[in-house]
């Protein structure tokens, strides 16, 4: 799971409205930088990431550097009993444009959820075939 996980170049298979665009370092070690194009169309954006924390096979941190996503990501993975593993995604981030962001949160929070949900049953499949 976590070689599929962090393979910057596929997030695209299964990360909802993601496509890595650039890997500056070896996207394998804390200081490494990732930037990827997140949204749909004329609603894209650059989200620039740095890796923080490292810790391979279990558990990858990283820090929303852009000027509209910022906060911590945290991928982390759990050995379970019959080479299984659960994967627990975890998003820290501060809501842009302040207090318009807050207000809509509520409606945003819904999306987001159900896309987050989708990404990781589409990871699922995707570590499956390898």
Not at 41 to 70: K, N, Y
Request: glycine share 10%.
């Amino acid at each position: 799971m976590w070689e599929v996980l962090v393979a910057w170049d596929r997030h695209s298979e299964w990360m909802v409205a993601t496509h890595m665009n650039d890997v500056v370092g070896d996207g394998a070690s804390e200081g490494s930088e990732l930037a990827a194009i997140t949204g749909f169309g004329p609603l894209s954006f650059t989200d620039t990431m740095r890796i923080t924390t490292w810790d391979p096979p279990r558990r990858c941190v990283v820090e929303h550097t852009g000027a509209l996503v910022q906060g911590t990501g945290v991928f982390e993975v759990v050995a379970l009993p019959n080479e299984r593993s659960r994967v627990i995604w975890t998003e820290q981030l501060d809501l842009p444009f302040g207090a318009l962001g807050r207000l809509g949160w509520p409606v945003a929070r819904v999306a987001a959820k159900a896309g987050l949900a989708y990404s990781l049953r589409r990871l699922a499949r995707v570590a499956e075939r390898g």
